[in-house]
């Protein structure tokens, strides 16, 4: 039904929904978690029934290097998650929200093999058009078209905020001190309207930010799609309307003015690779 049906296009937003949680454990491109395995290319190394059965009941076949453990402690405690190292200071787990929890040997009374970390069936309350759509779309990834992420020029990570009178000169330079809201693109790198709203202010603008690595001096030149216009567009801080400037080796800092009319923003660059960071 997923391949005859299903529509990658609508798959990939059921994907990127918050309440299903796909991308706080899995990355594309390198945006989104780590718990899980990478997804860039799974469409592409595995068949349908595989993916199916992966999101259906995932504990069937776990990847190698994602099995899941339960480690008791002495004090009482239970902790569940990815086992990433042992010895040394301790047992190094990261759990179903990312974040690393080391417990000293000396503290472990039990640890126990506990399959995946994924929820089985996760996908039970989707309609079954959403269901066809989603694995339609993961059945793309990594597949020549929009949505082989290895192939995309676009920047897949953005810091977002609302623009304000008081704010623009620290934004342009990308001061880290001011509460960028990241935000993920799709994999071909479309920044999309619904997800940069709640950054919006009375202007209707935004500041969205994200960082070049260079390997060599080069003139790069920032391209948009769809006829989208940016207010402006500011690397390391200086003006740069036209979206072409010489550059040394190393990370530099893009930041681009935009308003918010309910187009989304696809910017390419030829040269260099943007960091799915900000």
């Not at 989104?32 to 995932?58: F, H, Q, R």
């Not at 301790?90 to 126990?112: C, F, I, M, W, Y």
């Not at 940069?196 to 994200?210: H, P, Q, R």
Request: net charge neutral; glycine share 12%; charged share 20%.
């Amino acid at each position: 039904q997923a391949a005859a049906k299903g529509d990658a296009a609508r798959g990939e937003m059921v994907y990127r929904r918050m309440a299903l949680a796909c991308t706080a454990c899995h990355a594309i491109g390198g945006a989104g978690g780590k718990v899980g395995p990478d997804m860039t290319s799974i469409g592409a190394s595995a068949p349908l029934d595989y993916l199916v059965e992966s999101v259906v009941n995932p504990g069937a076949k776990v990847k190698e290097g994602y099995h899941s453990v339960i480690i008791e402690t002495k004090d009482g405690k239970a902790i569940m998650g990815q086992l990433i190292r042992s010895g040394g200071s301790g047992l190094t787990v990261r759990d179903g929200a990312g974040q690393e929890v080391v417990t000293p040997e000396s503290n472990v009374a039990k640890k126990t093999d506990a399959g995946s970390l994924m929820p089985g069936n996760l996908i039970a309350a989707l309609p079954e058009n959403d269901v066809n759509d989603l694995f339609k779309f993961l059945s793309q990834l990594g597949k020549p078209g929009d949505y082989d992420a290895t192939k995309s020029k676009a920047p897949k990570v953005w810091g977002v905020i609302g623009l304000t009178t008081d704010i623009q000169e620290k934004a342009s330079v990308g001061d880290p001190s001011l509460p960028w809201t990241p935000v993920s693109a799709t994999v071909n790198g479309r920044l999309l309207p619904d997800d940069t709203k709640a950054a919006a202010t009375k202007s209707g603008e935004i500041m969205a930010g994200t960082k070049l690595q260079l390997a060599e001096a080069t003139k790069i030149q920032l391209q948009f799609a769809d006829g989208f216009k940016a207010t402006d567009i500011w690397v390391n801080g200086k003006s740069v309307p036209s979206g072409s400037i010489e550059l040394q080796p190393g990370i530099h800092k893009i930041v681009v003015r935009a308003p918010l009319d309910g187009k989304a923003m696809r910017m390419t660059c030829e040269a260099g690779t943007f960091l799915p960071e900000w």
